[in-house]
C-alpha cells in the first residue's frame, strides 16, 4: 500500500461520521445511503491532491459530501418524486406509538428532508454544532449570509411543527 492509500483510509476512518450523517440526510433508504456513501468515498480519493492545508480536514471532507450528496439528489430527484417512499411512510405510522420526543424527532427529520438541499445542507452542519464560520467555510458563503439562512430555516421549521400541531 502506498502513502497516498494509507493516509485516504486514515482520513475516512476518522471521518466516516461525517460521511454517514451527510448520506443518511440525503436519502431515504439504504441502499441509497450506500450509493451515496460509495459516491462520496470515490470523490474524497479524486480530491485528494487537490486538499488545501488551510482547511482542517473535516471542513473538506463535509464540502465534498455535501457537493456530492446535492448532485446526487439532483439526479434522483425525478425518480423519487415518482415513487413513494416506504421508508417514511412507516416510520411516521411508528411515530404516533411512541412517545413525543420520538413523534418530534421523525417529524424534524421528515421537515428537513423537505427543505431544499442547500437548506438541508446548512441545517445539518447547524444541528453537528459547527460554527457560523466554520460552515461559512464549508459551503463557500459568508458568514452573515450562513447566520441569516439558518435563521430562516429556523423559522420555516417551527412554522411546519405549528402547522402540524394544528
Do not use: P
Not at 96 to 106: A, C, G, I, R
Not at 123 to 131: A, D, G, K, P
Amino acid at each position: 500500500m502506498d502513502e497516498k492509500e494509507k493516509i485516504f483510509l486514515k482520513i475516512l476512518e476518522s471521518h466516516k461520521g461525517i460521511i454517514y450523517k451527510v448520506a443518511n440526510a440525503y436519502c431515504y433508504d439504504k441502499s441509497d445511503q450506500d450509493d451515496l456513501i460509495q459516491e462520496i468515498t470515490l470523490q474524497i480519493w479524486k480530491s485528494m491532491e487537490n486538499f488545501d492545508e488551510q482547511f482542517k480536514w473535516s471542513t473538506w471532507i463535509y464540502r465534498i459530501a455535501l457537493n456530492t450528496s446535492i448532485s446526487h439528489y439532483r439526479k434522483n430527484k425525478t425518480h423519487k418524486e415518482k415513487t413513494e417512499d416506504l421508508n417514511s411512510v412507516i416510520e411516521i405510522t411508528n411515530a404516533s406509538e411512541e412517545s413525543s420526543d420520538d413523534e418530534n424527532y421523525l417529524l424534524l427529520k421528515r421537515f428537513i428532508q423537505e427543505l431544499k438541499e442547500i437548506d438541508r445542507a446548512l441545517i445539518l452542519l447547524h444541528l453537528e454544532r459547527l460554527s457560523s464560520k466554520e460552515i461559512a467555510n464549508i459551503m463557500a458563503l459568508t458568514q452573515t449570509n450562513v447566520t441569516s439562512k439558518i435563521s430562516r430555516i429556523k423559522k420555516k421549521l417551527k412554522i411546519k411543527f405549528q402547522n402540524h400541531k394544528q
